[in-house]
């Protein structure tokens, strides 16, 4: 049962552009929204977060769009760089189970110098 | 940088045996938190702790598992009799405030091998 979901399991960028990391989710009940960073043999890195109550989040190069209606949330990185590298994972909790966050599959982002 | 240890790196053990995980989490954080990752799959919210207690479990984490902060510093996860679907890496994570309100810090994660 994936409530959370990334249908691209890869992207690949070049150095500069604009990186597009989708997410959807099909419980309605999440209205907390993280997305986190691996580096291979490294733990997760929390990179932003987002509730429901807002549609866009923005933290230096990375910004976080949430689209309740469509169940859809991004992570736009402007300028990518290589040092992104990395696979993503889009989370979701509930304010009835905030910690319980489930986590999607992962993308992995390639930034190309 | 404040950082999350974990150790062992990596535990190889029988099956049935018990093992504890050991993490370190920053000094000053008052969440404590256990996810996994099979090798391959999603990572997965195993519990959180806040206050001496357990805040929140996932289905995983059934009667095999338990957490602990024995000594103020170290937070530990037990597997009383492990299986060999618990053979994955093991990530331990803090925060100094609700998941949410403050960063949350991973540790390296103990790669769990259960033969």
């Known amino acids: 049962d994936q409530q959370v979901k990334q249908n691209s399991p890869s992207l690949s960028v070049q150095e500069g552009r604009i990186s597009i990391l989708n997410c959807d989710y099909t419980?309605?009940?999440?209205?907390?929204f993280l997305w986190y960073k691996k580096y291979p043999a490294e733990g997760p890195t929390f990179l932003i977060s987002?509730?429901?109550?807002?549609d866009k989040n923005e933290d230096g190069r990375f910004t976080v769009f949430l689209n309740k209606s469509a169940k859809h949330l991004s992570l736009h990185i402007v300028p990518s760089q290589p040092g992104d590298s990395a696979v993503y994972f889009c989370?979701?909790?509930?304010?009835?189970?905030?910690?319980?966050?489930?986590f999607g599959p992962g993308t992995s982002l390639s930034v190309i110098p | 940088e404040p950082e999350v240890t974990q150790t062992p790196s990596h535990q190889v053990t029988q099956m049935g045996q018990e093992v504890i995980l050991r993490c370190v989490p920053i000094s000053n954080h008052l969440y404590f938190y256990w996810y996994r990752q099979i090798l391959g799959q999603k990572v997965e919210f195993l519990v959180s702790?806040?206050?001496?207690?357990?805040?929140?479990k996932s289905e995983i984490f059934d009667d095999q598992f338990s957490v602990e902060r024995p000594d103020g510093s170290n937070f530990t996860l037990k597997i009383r009799s492990t299986k060999l679907e618990d053979s994955a890496m093991y990530f331990c994570?803090?925060?100094?405030?609700?998941?949410?309100?403050?960063?949350?810090?991973f540790g390296p994660g103990t790669r769990l091998t259960v033969l």
């Open positions: 419980n309605s009940m999440f209205d907390y």
């Open positions: 987002i509730s429901s109550i807002k």
């Open positions: 989370a979701a909790s509930s304010k009835t189970s905030y910690d319980k966050v489930i």
């Open positions: 702790f806040y206050n001496n207690e357990i805040s929140e």
């Open positions: 994570a803090s925060t100094g405030g609700r998941l949410g309100t403050d960063t949350q810090y």
